[in-house]
């Protein structure tokens, strides 16, 4: 068994953007286990845009991230040791373990640790496709919008590990799918492997106007549903666009995470085309969980779901590799080698 | 018979804030009746602020209202004369009959003209409480809003014809009832003879700090229920006190009719606390009605369902009193005597 660990806390808020100086790598002994507690050596860390809002100390949907102790975030990996009945060494598991190699959990805790078959999908999928994100995506499409066969509906960050799956989904129940993307590459990988009927660039299109334009081209009966992840001037742009009675799953804010202004200036477009808008958070609808788990574990294991990963190399590459995540600069799902 | 029948035509579409040059008095005669026609005396024209949007040549919910046509508007009368076997003379009834004195309706066209009971319900109140704008209330506040026991429900234009009921509804479903209207005296109406638990004047609270710090001592437990009539910085604060997994019934954004930014800048908060926002409009759920119908008639035929109203004395003073409806001008349902 290891002796110590290596972990990243909070050292810091960030004061308007975050910074390499918000987070401390501390090397830590492991503790010993006590009884119903299983440790395991993590493989992947996932890094995910929530993560910053828990940096702030501000009204929000979850506690801030305490500082000084180590981030939150989302892991796999395998079971080391196990003094609770139900795990093993050897078995594959998901969990809450956080910005760090070795992680005790308190197996006996409702939902605290997940055991998984790493034989038909790979473990990193489960920070994924067949994870969080993607059952994010299936929550916020399925249940929300609410798509029917031969509606538009659009995504932004469409390369990402949630925008992917949106736009998969939505392809697979007779929708047009449009992504919205920053880069020539993200938005040639959404068409041409996702599959998506188009993308618009936005990099290509900072004035308004022009993306408008270019949604009216990619979207020319108009957009039926938005999984909006971004807020701001791309969210005002799709919502001038929207169809009567249309749906927007918010899900994400992420331009504005920084403290940017996120005002919706198309706000009389909600009431001329009654709009419905739910604002959700996916651990809040955990009996969502298994049909969305099982609709994508199949698609994912059948090869019928893509889904593309950055990994950072070790843990000491994280805090850049999440600041890059901020700024769009991964491809896919964010994930951190842990092992 | 009748043999002229005065009306008021759109003259002129409004640039920005909408006059009484826009409207135009004409008198022209009373055409004969076809088979299938019904020839009615009209006792009251309701004036409603969806009318303004109608006016305008623009994107809408609603086809513009057409130059030089007689103006759109809910109306209640007595039939002079009938050509269908469904309606006699002497009968009561409720139509869009539009801004004149006397119309004629297809009876055959369904939903053209109901008849009413105006024996337990004074014929104006099919205007108001028993009427659209009852029913909008209703649909708003029981249908999209699902206001539950114990909850705070907030409302503003809370003295007028939808906000009154709103108010009425959630109190006798057990909510705490907050209202926002403009004026001592409106505010005194609300609480004392509507039974409001609070109201809020905005007039008296014109920065947006103000009126949020009363609205966190008239909603101490904070708003779990938004009835949106008014639009820009009066929902900007109350979106900003909304508690998590609150909803919001957009219902109209009389601020904003004149072309005023109705930019919403707490859109961050949608997200946040999960909340849930639909535009509607009440004549796209024909199914609800007979429901609220039901149920507004017969709090109004038992005295529990108060409501207030402001008659304008004639169809010439109709402009004027439309004009000071859009300000705030009336109070109550603001209605125009026609016979």
């Known amino acids: 068994m290891p002796e110590m660990n290596q972990r990243i806390v909070l050292a810091s808020r960030p004061r308007g953007e975050a910074s390499v100086d918000n987070f401390r790598l501390e090397t ?49 990996g395998v079971v080391a040791e196990s003094r609770h009945p139900g795990y093993a060494a050897g078995d594959s598991v998901v969990g809450m373990g956080g910005w760090q190699q070795w992680a005790v959990f308190d197996a006996a805790q409702p939902g605290a ?8 999908i790979p473990l990193s999928a489960y920070l994924g496709a067949v994870g969080m994100p993607g059952v994010t995506a299936w929550v916020g499409l399925v249940h929300f919008i609410e798509p029917k066969e031969g509606e538009t509906i659009v995504v932004d960050a469409a390369s990402g590990a949630v925008g992917s799956v949106v736009g998969q989904l939505a392809k697979a129940r007779g929708c047009r799918a449009v992504g919205i993307a920053g880069g020539a590459d993200k938005c040639a990988y959404v068409v041409e492997e996702l599959g998506f009927d188009a993308c618009i660039d936005y990099k290509q299109h900072r004035e308004p106007a022009a993306l408008a334009a270019a949604l009216d081209a990619a979207a020319p009966k108009g957009v039926d549903g938005l ?33 940017q202004s996120l005002a919706i200036h198309n706000a009389r477009l909600l009431l001329t085309q009654r709009l419905r808008l739910q604002g959700f958070i996916v651990s809040e609808h955990m009996h969502l969980w298994p049909p969305a788990l099982k609709e994508l574990g199949g698609l994912v294991a059948g090869g019928q779901l893509k889904f593309r990963e950055t990994v950072a190399p070790d843990l000491a590459a994280a805090p850049e590799a999440f600041l890059g995540l901020l700024k769009g600069r991964n491809f896919g799902k964010q994930l951190v080698k842990l092992a």
Chains 1, 2 share one sequence.
Not at 113 to 120: E, G, N, P, Q
Request: charge should be positive; charged fraction near 20%.
């Open 28 to 76: 830590v002994p492991v503790p010993a286990l006590q009884d119903g507690q299983v440790l395991v050596r993590q493989h992947f860390l996932s890094l995910d845009p929530y993560m910053r809002m828990r940096m702030n100390d501000a009204k929000n949907y979850a506690a801030p991230q305490p500082l000084n102790e180590v981030m939150i975030g989302g892991t796999v």
């Open 113 to 120: 640790l997940r055991k998984v078959d790493a034989t038909r």
């Open 227 to 259: 999984f909006e992840n971004v807020g701001g001037a791309i969210f005002d742009v799709v919502l001038s666009r929207m169809n009567a009675f249309g749906r927007v799953a918010l899900c994400g804010l992420i331009s504005g995470y920084d403290g």
